[in-house]
């Protein structure tokens, strides 16, 4: 079986996986962290976001230990063993953004895009996602007690959306609501016009996986050596990342596109 | 070569072994599931439920009244104050609460007393979802007409008359009051000073016919 449609068979029974809570059928909520971002508000969720029990640790001064080290360890363990692979093999919201991939690869030929992405800021804006981690999960929290998901584009499209949807004319909007819906917009503008750009720039659980690349057992290797540098593994990179040159890229995420794409076969997995 | 793959081999027996005694020995567990993946906050949600304030005698399930509650309706209407943390619509209510009953207590703390409302006593319960006990956790369900579990969530007790039967009669309304157009504190405030007050006049109304436990 080809390698892309293994991995849509692994997103699509994650997603499920992910959405075994809806009420009684089979109604199963677990006292688990997602280790992917995911909102517990969704009707049907069956874990917690990871963000929100990091969020709850460090609410207001105050520090739970067990809250802040049992997402950290749950992303840890998959983290060791396969890096990012979560993002580009479990992520629902990873799955959807693969879904919008294809109209964002047709913005790749309108010249202002072309020249965004080559843009040599462009690598240190990948940052943002860091500083989102740190400044509006733990800080923010902490210190004032504004929280990240309040706000959060993936909570209103996995929570607000289907609660809404499901239970028409129950809900009114709250004073969050109207930020909420404009960050969402733009989430979703975002993700129709870069390709896998939420996870590139601003998502936070990526932020927690990416280091994990860096000592993970499964990673992407690229025999250097005999490399022809077409290219063409850059160009297929959903995360656009310099292929031929990455080594343990805190970026990549492990679909094998380029492993896929490589008219040679010197790009593999390796396992330690 | 080698010394990498140790370090990935200790990394991964350190956070497993973490992880394994993380499940093994403490509640955590159980406190990421009823704290956080049972409970809605309506803050994160962005929506508050559009519910009616009508006083019904009808439990969810038809469930009975827990203990507690019919222990404390000797005294008076009861106020059951469900809450958690990093909520904000919490947050928002809990000084409205405070000015309320002019009381003060630690948000995270369990709280109970019986308060003084217009010369009519009034037991208050607050319970924080994130360090409460069981018996307090599961009447949420019991009084929660939406289903949802969601939180901040306000229960009145107090009495009513049925069918030649007096019984406790209870409404429930949700997050910042917003359903409610409530925008202020202030409107918070006139807005549950005027609920509790019509709670008062039920009880004063039914509670003679009442057989208390």
Redesign the interface.
Same mark, same amino acid.
């Given at each position: 079986m080809k390698l892309q449609i293994k991995r849509l068979i692994s997103q699509i029974i994650l997603f499920f996986s992910a959405n075994l809570?809806y009420?009684k059928y089979p109604g199963l909520?677990?006292? /688990?962290?997602y280790p992917f971002f995911y909102? $517990?508000?969704c009707p049907a969720?069956?874990?917690?976001?990871p963000l929100?029990?990091l969020? $709850?640790s460090v609410?207001k001064g105050?520090f739970t230990w067990? &809250?802040f &080290? /049992?997402p950290l &360890?749950?992303i840890? =363990?998959l983290g060791?063993?396969t890096g990012r692979a979560v993002c580009g093999w479990a992520c629902p919201i990873g799955l959807l953004q693969r879904g919008t991939s294809h109209v964002a690869r047709r913005f790749k030929k309108y010249p202002i895009v072309r020249k965004l992405g080559t843009y040599k800021g462009e690598k240190y804006f990948r940052y943002t996602k860091y500083f989102l981690l740190i400044g509006f999960v733990f800080v923010t929290?902490y210190l004032i007690?504004?929280?990240f998901?309040?706000l959060?584009p993936v909570?209103?499209l996995t929570?607000?959306i289907p609660? &809404?949807i499901l239970n028409p004319?129950?809900?009114?909007?709250?004073?969050? =609501?109207p930020v909420?819906l404009v960050i969402f917009v733009l989430f979703f503008v975002l993700i129709f016009v870069i390709e896998r750009g939420w996870c590139r720039y601003f998502c936070p659980v990526g932020a927690l996986l990416g280091p994990f690349n860096k000592?993970? =057992?499964l990673h992407i290797s690229v025999n250097t050596n005999n490399c022809t540098h077409c290219n063409v593994c850059s160009y297929v990179c959903p995360m656009a990342i310099d292929v031929p040159n990455m080594h343990r890229d805190p970026e990549c995420i492990l679909c094998g596109k380029c492993v896929t794409a490589c008219p040679n076969g010197l790009i593999t997995y390796e396992r330690? | 070569m080698k010394k990498f793959v140790v370090l990935q081999v200790c990394m991964l027996v350190l956070v497993s072994s973490l992880l394994g005694g993380m499940f093994a020995f403490t509640p955590v567990y159980n406190e990421v599931r009823s704290g956080i993946v049972l409970v809605l906050c309506l803050s994160c949600l962005k929506l508050e439920p559009k519910t009616a304030v009508t006083f019904t005698f009808d439990t969810t399930n038809n469930q009975p009244h827990p203990g507690f509650v019919l222990e404390n309706l000797s005294h008076g209407p009861v106020f059951l104050h469900y809450s958690g943390n990093s909520c904000a619509g919490c947050d928002t209510m809990y000084p409205v609460i405070k000015d309320l009953f002019s009381i003060n207590f630690g948000k995270q703390d369990m709280f109970h007393a019986l308060v003084t409302f217009n010369n009519f006593t009034v037991a208050y319960i607050y319970v924080n979802v994130d360090s409460t006990i069981d018996e307090l956790r599961d009447a949420q369900s019991i009084y929660d007409q939406t289903q949802f579990g969601s939180i901040p969530m306000f229960t009145i007790v107090t009495l009513g008359y049925d069918n030649g039967k007096v019984k406790p009669k209870y409404t429930t309304i949700y997050g910042t009051l917003t359903a409610f157009g409530c925008n202020t504190d202030a409107q918070r405030l006139v807005f549950l000073q005027q609920l509790v007050q019509e709670s008062i006049q039920m009880y004063q109304e039914n509670e003679a016919g009442y057989h208390h436990l």
């Open positions: 809570g009420s909520k677990t006292g /688990f962290c909102c $517990q508000a969720a069956t874990s917690a976001c929100r029990s969020e $709850q609410d105050s067990r &809250l &080290l /049992f &360890l749950i840890g =363990f060791v063993l929290s007690g504004f929280i998901t309040d959060c909570g209103f929570g607000t609660i &809404l004319g129950m809900f009114i909007p709250n004073y969050f =609501f909420a000592i993970s =057992f330690r | -």
